[in-house]
């Protein structure tokens, strides 16, 4: 089946330096991929749809600023952490859809751990 | 109106036994609802998914059940297995909106 990879799947940063994580759909085109956050033992949380070619829409109280999305092409997005702090601390996961009506591929996720 | 409730929030179950997770969601135009299966430091994989023209999807051990009066689903895990032991998330979405909105989950443990 698709498979969407990440990397890195985890990192440990100092307070205040940025980070990058990518996704990738490794053998399909995804326009359209999607962003989530989760804490320790909760659910899913969706930060922001990335769309390729042009900005991503971010869920309402989420800091488009804090969080760079990038869907540079139909198989790669990226998100930054900008200036991070221990609060963003968290699993991020990315998932892509193979196909107008195919199944939602989710990433391993990268654990991100902000000192 | 985007809410998904998933119950219980966890659910300890003897090996051969069925696990059953229940999910209700009060938005109407949802009409995708797929369940997702995560083990510890891993990304959610879909189990199976149903939409609302079905009542029920059944494929291998797990079967989904679909109330579409009761804006309800549920899914039973037949003859459960100490490798079924992971979080099970219950999801939802309007086709063509692509947004999943997941429940809160279930933490799943089998038992010898």
């Known amino acids: 089946g698709a498979v969407v990879s990440q990397h890195p799947s985890w990192v440990i940063c100092k307070s205040g330096t940025s980070v990058k994580i990518e996704c990738r759909s490794l053998d399909f085109q995804a326009t359209t991929m999607f962003w989530y956050r989760q804490f320790p033992k909760q659910s899913l949380m969706l930060m922001a749809t990335?769309?390729?070619?042009?900005?991503?829409?971010?869920e309402q109280g989420v800091e488009k600023d804090k969080f760079l999305i990038n869907h540079a092409s139909l198989t790669l997005s990226t998100l930054t952490v900008t200036s991070a702090h221990p609060e963003d601390s968290s699993f991020y996961i990315c998932s892509a859809r193979a196909g107008y009506d195919g199944e939602l591929f989710f990433g391993e996720g990268s654990r991100l751990t902000v000192l | 109106q985007q809410q998904v409730k998933q119950s219980p929030q966890s659910l300890i179950v003897q090996k051969g036994g069925i696990s059953i997770i229940n999910c209700a969601y009060e938005?109407?135009?949802?009409?995708?609802f797929p369940w997702y299966q995560q083990f510890p430091g891993k990304g959610p994989a879909l189990l199976i998914a149903i939409r609302p023209d079905v009542s029920e999807k059944k494929e291998g051990r797990f079967t989904i059940s679909f109330n579409k009066s009761a804006k309800q689903f549920s899914l039973h895990i037949m003859d459960s297995q100490p490798g079924d032991s992971a979080t099970y998330f219950c999801a939802a979405s309007h086709f063509g909106n692509e947004k999943l909105t997941f429940g809160t989950g279930t933490r799943l443990t089998i038992i010898p």
């Open positions: 938005n109407t135009a949802f009409d995708y």
């Open positions: 990335s769309n390729e070619g042009s900005k991503a829409t971010y």
